[in-house]
Structures are given as C-alpha cells and as structure tokens.
C-alpha cells in the first residue's frame, strides 16, 4: 500500500503546493467540544439514556379574583417527587409575577431615551414614576403537618430550605399561600398577562398566566435551572397532574387549561347542550356563547360568584382567561388517534374577523403540527383573544388582533391569523417537547416558526410565509451586534431576537429539509426527534444529534456555521472556462499544459470576459503514459474518450465564498436551445478549500446562461455575483433583486 499512497502523493503534490489556500477554519470539523459530551442520560445518538431521570410536580389550587381591587389570591398544595439520583436540601421555584416590581427591566431605554416631547406612556416604561401595586406575596409556606418552611424570596425565584434533605426516590408535599397583584397590560411593556380594560362597558378580560409558585426544573446537566425572568425566556418547569379551582364573578366565562369537571355547575343548560352538539361538530364551529348573550352580559355585574373547576394530567403549566364579555364557539377535531376540542373566546370587539378565522386556525394548526411531529395528546386546544401580544401556556394561549370598526385589512387578518397558529403550536415546542427557554428560546420558537411557516404554506397559500430570502437582510446587519443562534435568550437584543430565534432557526430547517437532507429524510428525523423527546427536557445537542442520528447525514459544518455562528453565505460566480476538443487529433504532443488555454473569464482584449463572446477554447487530449498506471496493467480506451468528448462542451465553474458559511451549489444551466437544467452541489465540495472551489462539467448542449440558485432556496446576500454572463441578467433576478 505504501507504493501506492506514494504514486498518489507524488501526482498531486505539485498541484496541491500550487493551489491559493486560505487560513484553514476547519469548517467541517466535528462539532463535539461544541455540545455537551454524551452521558448515560443523554446518548450520541441523541435519545434520551437509559438512566434519563426527570422530576414532577402535582398542584392542587384553590384561587380568587377580586374584580374590584384586582388581586389573585391562592393556595396550593405542591407534591415534589424527586426521581433524581441526588438528595435535595432545599426546593427552588418560579414566582414570575416579581418581574413587574419596579426596580425590575422593563425595556423602556430600547424605545429611546428622554427627548424634547416623550409621551407619558414612554416615561412610564423608562422611569415609572408610578409604582403600580405589582408582584407575588407570599404570606406562608408549610410542610404536609402544617409547621412553617423556612424560604427566602430572591426576585423571580424562591427558595424552600428542607428541614431534611429530600432523598433520590422520594417526595414531599407542602403548601403555599400566596397574593398576585393583577396588572394593567397596558401600562407594561412585554406584558405576557395582567388585565385590559374596557372604557366603554367598564369591563375586563383577565389573563392569567405565570400566576402561582411553580417548580423549577431541576436536570442532569445543570442542576436547578436558575435564571430568573426577564420576560423573554419564558418557560423552564416540570411535568405533572393539576386539580384547579378559580372562584370569580357569576356572570364571568372561564377558559382554562384542562377539562372543566363542573360543567352543570357554571353553564347553563342550554350552554351545556351547545357545547355537547359542539363536541360532534366537525365541519363548522358553534356558539356555546353567542355574540348578543355576551353583549347582554357586559351589562349585568353581579356580586355573586361561581367557581370553575379544571382537571389537566400530564402538563407543566396552566393558565386562565376570566371576563363577562366572552363570546364562545367551539368545533371538534378529528386526528387520527385523538379528537380535540378547538375552541375561541374573544370580546364584542373581536368580532366579525375571530368568528371567521380563529377557531379555523386552531384546527389547522392541530392537524398540520399532529402530522409534522405526533398527534395532538389533549382534549383542548383554546384561543382567547386579547390586544397586543401572542402568548402560549398549555391548551390555551392568549392571541391579539382585532378589526377597527368591524373591518379588518388583509394583512392584519393574516397577521392573527399567523399568531393563532403559531401559538397553538406552542403545544408542541416547548409544553410537551419541554426544551428550556429560560436558556435556548431558539429552541422552541424556532422549531414552532418552522412548522408555523409550513402550515401557513400549506393551509393559507394566499398569504406570504418565510422563505429563506427573507432572511438575507438580518444577517447583512452589522457584525458588531449581531449574536449566533446559540445564544441565551435574555442575552440577546430585543429588537433582533425575532430574526435569531424565530426566523433564522426557521430558514435553516427550511434549507435542510428541502435543499440539503431532502423532505423525505428530514420529515423522519424531525418526528423521531419529538417523539424521542416529548414529556421530557432536551437540549440542543440532544436536537443535533438526533437530526444527524435520523438521517445518516454529517451535518455538524451546518450547525456550526448556522447557529454557533453569524457569517453569511456569498458565493461568487468568480469564473467560468468554455472547452471543447480539438477536431484534429491525429498528432498527439504530450507538451500542452491546461494553463496554456485561452481564459474567457477575465478580461481579455476586445472583451470584459463575463461573457461567452469569445467562444469555446480548443484543448488536446494526450495520451496517458505507462508511467502514470503505476502497477496497473488495464489501459483507458483513448479513442472511445475522444469519441465520447467530440463536439461536446466542457465548462469549467470557479467559485468564491466571500461570506464565510459553506452550503451546497445549486446550478441552473441555461441552454442554446431554450432549455434548463438544476444541478445541485452538496456542501462538502468545500472541504478542501472553504474560500475558492473550481468543478468542470460535461455537457452535450451549448450553454448560454448560468445561473447559482436562481430560486433563492439558500440566503446568498448578494445575488449581482451569481450570474454569467454578468451583462445578462435574466429577468428572473432583475425581479429578485427588485424584492
């Protein structure tokens, strides 16, 4: 064998000590020490292990809201099993509602600073010389016995210290007595839940989310998560069973998460058998309250109360909507193992747009997701409409949009509608494939804008959805600012974090499902994934490796460049060659060497050489000397060569990548006689030199046009350096260009 390496070595070592090779990045090396090693919870293929442990947390919750002083008061009894193979000494905990105590960020400095004429809302944000009552207070938390637990209350996080260490395999309950001060959403900035108010019938609709002290998640691969709330990372909690009982006005409707177990106590009967016909109704959705009960509604505020009891099993969280102005309309969805109640509520001021679109969206979104991932486990699935923000808890999720008058324009339509979907889809990523957003938010709001896009293009293909064009604009930004995808939630600033977690995360699995794995291969790898995961906490490597594990396909240059990276890819069209084989071959001479050929790219006389104006250049095929064969005794078969080479076009493509990421070349060959042909590229063709790549193609017909990725599957920021001959654009790109 060595003979043989040797000969190698030796025919090529003049070309390689003659290529221009660039500082060596190592683009295509593992990405290992990038990503936490495998362990025996979480394994290199990307699946959970087989001593994969994960805790849970049952609630049982007894909660009022006093409508006039707008205050939540609660208790719960929390059971706390530890099924990890540490003792605990102490329990942390979310109390999220912290985050509006002043003193707390509230963004206001990224709408500007002091000016001339600043708005009182502006100042609110910036200074807030107001102090609205805000926060959780905890009056008292005791063990199972009833004696007091020591805590301590560090801004959104709360510490139990255990009187005695709670052991691997066992569990604790204890209870927590607790007042939330309601906000007015208005008067926050990335207000998430609170109140809005209604002037003209002096009425409220409640948003309960973030609402009662709530386990933090306790792993194997950090510990105690313990980042506090920020309002951007929003989530990081364990699974478990919830009783709930919400006591509010009489004349109030409640959406909640999980089953209501009381109907015949809170619904009339005719509500009731509205709601039994809804639960049939496949086709179209029914009132359960229609618009004029509501209306009536707003006018009547009673003393009296009524309390809603909800059931949920298996889930992390849970959050209500509460108002006398709710209308209602329900509408069942068939999937194939599961049919789930798709459900709206939404004020007089919804109508008629959340009537026609909302409770449509929700089922689309239940069955585009349930076929993309696994099939949607709860019996609901609910949509409450409120002003200015898309926000997700579990089966239910709180959704802006609303006409003006009753009229609504097409993009305001699309844009709630787009927001209903893509917040019911947070049912998937991250309430069942629980990724932590505290830490990763690209995690689930990048894989739901993926399939939130991808129901949009498959359900409402009148409307625009996400391309990866679209994100060529972001990545051209300014390098100074710009962060990579990998990057903490919080950590990220405010006005690009909808470009590096929804929509970049979004483009990049566009690209590998349609360009670089193909539908078929990604579809199975990006459903083992939610499968693999689903009820449990993964981490973005446990996302990598599954995705390379489903696919058999090295995708590490790809997750290094795309998310642990903010480079750009700029490939250039730098040169192109025209050959074709000299006519009389009847001499061969063995001294014509490739650079002796005339270049038609470059400039040339008479000629800028960007075009094919010059014609193709004439070559010499010579015949191959003994020598070269080294020990081989079979010979090419010369004549059959020049035979298969005669009258056909040689071209030979050079191409630069000036904008750092490394992706496949897709071609579109133009031809003489009108035709077109795709050629495709992969990636790896850059693995020898990740700045400058030359590949020489056969083709039986003339080209006369050339164009890199004419459809803009992949983000090129610069599409002028794609095209030859340069001075003739097609209109094609023109158009693009235009865009």
Known sequence: MRSVFAIILLSFIGVSFGQDVPGYSGKFNAIDRLLEPPSPYRTASGAPGEDYWQQRADYK??????????????????????????????????????????????????????????????????????????????????????????????????RINLPEPLQSGENISFSIKWKNYITDRAKFLLSREGYEYFPEDDNKV????????????????????????????????????????????????????????????????????????????????????TPEEAE??????????KTWKFKAQNVRDVAFASSRKFIWDAMAVKLPTNTVMAMSFYPK??????????????????????????????????????????????MISFNGGRPVNGQISEAARRGMTSTIIH??????????????????????????????????????????????????????????????????????????????????????????????????????????????????????SDFFR???????????????????????????????????????????ENKRQRGDTKRISGKSEGNDGMDFSDGPQPFSLATTTDGAYGQFLSRLDE???????????????????????VMPVIIEWTYADGSKEIQQLPAEIWRLNEAQVTKTFLKEKEVVNIAIDPDQQLPDVNLENNIFPREKQTDKFEEMKDE
């Open 61 to 158: 919750i007894k909660a009022s809201i006093d409508e006039n002083t707008n205050e939540l008061i609660g208790e719960e009894t929390i059971t706390y099993y530890n099924n990890s193979p540490h003792e605990l000494k102490f329990l942390w905990l979310n109390i999220e509602q912290n985050v509006n105590r002043k003193g707390n960020e509230d963004f206001g400095d990224v709408l500007g600073g002091v000016q001339d004429s600043i708005s009182s809302l502006q100042m609110q944000y910036l200074l807030r010389p107001i102090d609205f009552p805000a926060g959780t207070d905890i009056q008292w938390i005791r063990d199972a016995s009833g004696k007091p637990l020591d805590y301590i209350v560090n801004n959104t996080l709360l």
């Open 349 to 394: 001021e919804g109508l008629p747009v959340w009537t026609e679109e909302s409770t449509n969206a929700v089922k689309q979104a239940l069955e585009v997701y349930s076929e993309a991932t696994f099939d949607y486990p709860y019996p609901t699935a609910i949509s409450v409409n409120t002003s200015n923000i898309g926000m997700e808890f579990p």
């Open 546 to 588: 599954t995705l390379e594990d489903g696919t058999a396909t090295d995708l590490d240059w790809f997750f290094k460049g795309w998310f642990f990276t903010t480079e750009t890819w700029d490939v250039d069209l730098a040169e192109v060659k025209w050959f074709q084989l000299k006519d009389d071959q009847a001499i061969v």
């Open 206 to 289: 409640f948003l309960l989310g973030h609402w009662f002290p709530r386990m933090a998640v306790y792993n194997d691969t950090e510990g105690w998560q313990n980042k506090q709330f920020r309002r951007l990372g929003e989530f990081a909690l364990e699974f478990g069973d919830y009783e709930v009982e919400l006591t509010v006005p009489a004349d109030h409707i409640v959406a909640g998460t999980g089953i209501l177990s009381n109907e015949s106590e809170v619904l009339t009967k005719t509500q009731r058998d509205r709601l039994a016909k809804a639960r049939n109704s496949f086709d179209e959705q029914l009132f359960i309250v």
């Open 423 to 540: 917040e019911v889809g947070h049912n998937w990523f991250p309430m069942i494939v629980s990724s932590d957003e505290r830490k990763w938010m690209w995690m689930d709001e990048g894989l739901n804008t993926f399939l939130h896009q991808r129901t949009l293009a498959e359900r409402y293909p009148q409307w625009s959805s996400t391309r990866p064009k679209d994100i060529v604009t972001f990545m051209m930004g300014d390098q100074k600012t710009l962060r990579p995808i990998m990057t903490n939630s919080d950590n990220d600033l405010l006005f690009q974090m909808g470009a590096n977690f929804y929509q970049k995360p979004t483009v990049g699995l566009q690209m590998l499902r349609e360009t670089i794995v193909g539908k078929e291969l990604f579809d199975i790898a990006f459903k083992e994934y939610a499968n693999r995961w689903k009820y449990k906490h993964p981490n973005p």
């Open 639 to 661: 004549g059959k060569m020049r035979e298969q080479l005669s009258g056909k076009n040689i071209y030979e493509l050079t191409f630069k990548n000036k904008g750092g990421l």
């Open 296 to 305: 009536k509604n707003e006018s009547t505020k009673t003393t009296e109360t």
